[in-house]
């Protein structure tokens, strides 16, 4: 008994020892090296929403992490027991952005044994990092939701102990096959393997390659762009448990005699996959313990196969969108006792909807038999589907009068979708306290509209073509009363008669989506859709409005652009910063009175209409995904300021024939597919107002276009910074303005620097700028870019070109930037840049430069990044010493308290308005949005000033 008390008591002072040892367990080196890997990423919890499922609780962990505690102790970091070392790591969720770098700290950590990266957003990461297949212990790792692109590195076949591997959601991340069978040939652990959405295109064997992973239990691979053949190798892999190879159109599925006798297959989804013959094999049969079968749009036919009745473990079943064809399969579903998830959508079923017949499935949530053919009316009476909460019937034959059964008999239904049928009469008066979303457009419905209806969070009411339509509670319509929609996120009300339309008081703090089509509504939108801040679709569509007014909605993602073309007065239209994703309808850009359209930083796609307005003055297309080729009718439009068509897929050479718009000002075709050289016209008045020139990051090639360089009147002119004259600018209701007081202010903007976005607090001056780089353009610098003395930024990096830097350069005493990087220079730095005393960044690097660099005044500020790459270089900042037979200026250096970096070219340049209305009326340039600089032209001279337009708004 005493050794028995004895070994007991050793055994607590081990555990004590070793509880005490657990209190301080992280190795110094581990700890130092999470506080270091931390520097290197920013938090930034705000990309998370309350709509996200997964991160909906997403948490910035790595702010928790402090050098005074022990890192075992910090929020996602695991430790082993008894050696201390970091063998977990956990940041999913935590809103990082930024870059894994080659020689990160991170992978210090060589004891890890799960790593997640979860749902955060390495973007700055072309290359997937490779170091990762140091982890030799790994057994877990999870890097979905990451924004990695490249070619998934071969070292990812070196973690041999993998168990779990989840890459999906990595759009711009490719496998080579090379590099796939070697993982799968050495992690012979592996029984979860997540690849959705990354890219397996380029692997030619397919399918075969997982036949030998006999530990598989999960393998998904949706939307791949994996092919070849789907056997009963895989079908019938013995711990197979849930395989997902949605959305992989090269798949055929190939299994005549499936014979699987020990498989425990329970989740399949063979969505959008290719199935020989049109059908569901009969071999399938055998999956009896199934309890998930998706085959969406798989162009199956005939009648739904009667042997589904043998999966009587199934509690999911969606056919949607095939075609499918008979009658309604009720004997069939009705074996299916377990089914909580029942879809039919979009095939050819037809006949009387006979949902009586599934009163036996007492567990289903979800019926889904919507975009069929059923026709004749629902049944009176019906029992069962206690637990449903989704009843989506629309867009059928469905008739007669909508039962009362659907508002009041189902306890737990949220969802309700009868609309696009051809039910008629009344709308009876429903209790369901839990119903959400209703939707009844589409039908023939009258009488009074339940005033219940009203706190719901989805609605959608229609009339139709019928003589007694809905008609609304009084006291929702009374001018005198402010009706509170709390919870009302969507409302589509379709041929309704909306009376008082323009009085309505209505408010709705959550709405999202508005409809409000086929109503005859006259005059201009009221003040109370304009105060909807939370709008994001507005469809107006067929009325007889006469103006939209100023759009508030930041967040508005839809539109119908082809909605405006009915407005033949409309002279101004702003739908910039949004989401549409239409294509430009030619009858917007050709309307006979517009002057302004804004329509950059949305996903437009197609091709650029082939006929714009005469009498536009500015056309931003920026950021948005147009191809094709530029439209030459551009140039007759004789008043156009300001033109941007930059961060498209513009591809054809450059639109030489613009040189006849003698107004323009601005001129932005950047980060294009723009290719071949650049040829003049002869002319003598090419681009004389042009005072930003941006055709960077396309594919020109040839000499630089001097003839056009020679050319740029506007950019010779240096003008005071005082004088007095009109000018005039279009307010918020499309109305000119002469002579309107502007009030100085400070805002922030969003410039390029290397390449890369930034925030800065003050705007930079940049307002005449020419920017070539990232271009193939070859041979000198012409001399008569010195001629240009109102430059304030000139980029010419990464092209081509040679020769010698001209001392021209030293006449630009405006200059702020000069980038002459990732050329093929030659000779000396020439003395006269040291006159450029605004000069806040400067890039001569990787060119071939020698001899002494320049010293005084403004030039001494620049540190070394500014020359490196130059082997023939020396002097300060350099360590590299000239020779003493070298004369060198000596000037007292000083120390640049602020710099905008390198390669830096406008991004936001925005708005630009001008007119010529006789001598003495000037111009200036505006941007819309946020306020932002404006130039003003005061009897010729110019002032710089910090301003705030309103908005531009549409103007009927």
Known sequence: MVVVRMVVCVHMLVLFHFACLSSQLCPPEERSALLHFKTQLITNITVYD???????????????????????????????????HVIGLDLSCSGLEGKIHLNSTLFHLTHLHTLSFAYNYFLGNDQFPSQLGSFVSLTHLNLSYC????????????????????????????????????LLQNATALHEIVLDYTDMY????????????????????????????????????????????????????????????????????????????????????????????????????????????????????????NTFSGQFPNVLLGQLTKLQTLSLRGNRLRGKLLLSSLANLTQISRLDCSHNKFQGPLPNKITGFSNLTKLLLNDNLLNETIPS?????????????????????????????????????????????????????????????????????QNLEASNVSYKFIELVSLQLVEIDLTNFSKILWKFPKLETLELSENKLEGRVPKWIHDIHSLEFLKLSYNQLSSIGQFPWHDLHYLPISFICNATSLEIVNLSHNKFTSTIPHCLANLSKLIVLDLQMNKLHGTLPSIFARGLITLNLNGNQLEGHLPKSLCNCTNLVDLNLGDNEIEDTFPHWLQSLQYLEILVLRSNKLYGPIVSLKSKDMFPNLIIFDISSNNFSGQL?????????????????????????????????????????????????????????????????????????????????????????????????VGHIPRSLGNLTNLESL????????????????????????????????????????????????????????????????????????????EAEDKFGFGWKPVAIGYACGMVFGIGLGWFVFWLGKPQWLVIIFDGKWIKRRARITLFSFGF
């Open 50 to 84: 309350n709509e996200d499922e997964v991160c909906r609780h997403g948490y910035p962990k790595m702010r928790m992490w402090d050098t005074g505690t022990d890192c075992c102790s910090w929020m996602g970091v695991m430790c082993h027991s008894v050696s201390g």
């Open 147 to 182: 924004g990695f692109e490249g070619e998934i590195p071969s070292q990812i076949s070196h973690l041999s102990k993998l168990q779990s591997l989840d890459l999906s959601f990595n759009y711009g991340l490719g496998w080579k096959e090379i590099t796939l069978k070697r």
């Open 202 to 321: 380029s692997i030619t064997s397919s399918l075969s390659n997982w036949s030998f992973s006999l530990s598989l239990d999960t393998l998904s691979l949706v939307d791949t762009g994996i092919r070849g053949h789907l056997t009963s190798h895989i079908l019938c892999l013995p711990n197979l448990h849930k395989l997902n190879l949605f959305g992989n159109e090269d798949i055929q599925v190939h299994v005549p005699n499936l014979n699987c006798s020990t498989s425990l297959l329970s989740v399949l989804d063979l969505s959008f996959c290719q199935f020989p013959g049109s059908q569901i094999p009969s071999s399938f049969s055998n999956h009896t313990h199934l309890t998930s079968l998706a085959l969406v749009e798989n162009e199956l036919n005939g009648s739904i196969p009667s042997f589904l009745s043998n999966f009587q473990h199934l509690t999911h079943l969606d056919l949607s969108y």
């Open 405 to 473: 059964w659907c508002f009041s008999l189902l306890p737990l239904l949220t969802s309700l979708d009868l609309s696009n049928n051809q039910f008629i009469g009344h709308i009876s008066a429903f209790s369901s306290y839990s119903l959400q979303v209703l939707r009844l457009c589409g039908n023939k419905l009258q009488g009074n509209v339940p005033e219940s209806m009203f706190n719901l969070t989805e609605l959608c009411l229609s009339s139709g073509n019928w003589s007694d339509s809905l008609q609304f509670p």
């Open 705 to 801: 276009p001097k003839a056009y360089i020679k050319s740029f009147q506007a950019m010779k002119i240096v003008v005071g910074a005082e004088g007095q004259s009109s000018f005039y600018y279009i307010n918020s209701y499309g109305e000119y303005v002469i002579g309107t007081i502007l009030l100085e202010y400070d805002d922030s903007v969003t410039e390029t620097m290397k390449g890369i976005r930034s925030n800065f607090e003050k705007i930079p001056n940049i307002l005449v700028s020419i920017d070539l780089s990232s271009n193939r353009f070859e041979g000198e610098i012409p001399d008569d870019i010195g001629e240009l003395r109102a430059l304030e930024n000139l980029n010419l990096s990464n092209n081509k070109l």
């Open 819 to 894: 980038d002459l990087s990732s050329n093929m220079l030659t000779g000396e730095i020439p003395t006269e840049l040291t006159n450029l005393n605004f000069l806040e960044a400067l890039n001569l690097s990787q060119n071939q430069l020698v001899g002494p660099i320049p010293r005084g005044k403004q030039i001494d500020t620049f540190l070394n990044n500014s020359y490196e790459g130059n082997m023939g270089l020396c002097g300060f900042p350099l360590s590299i010493q000239c020779n003493n037979n070298v004369p060198q200026q000596q000037y007292p250096s000083s």
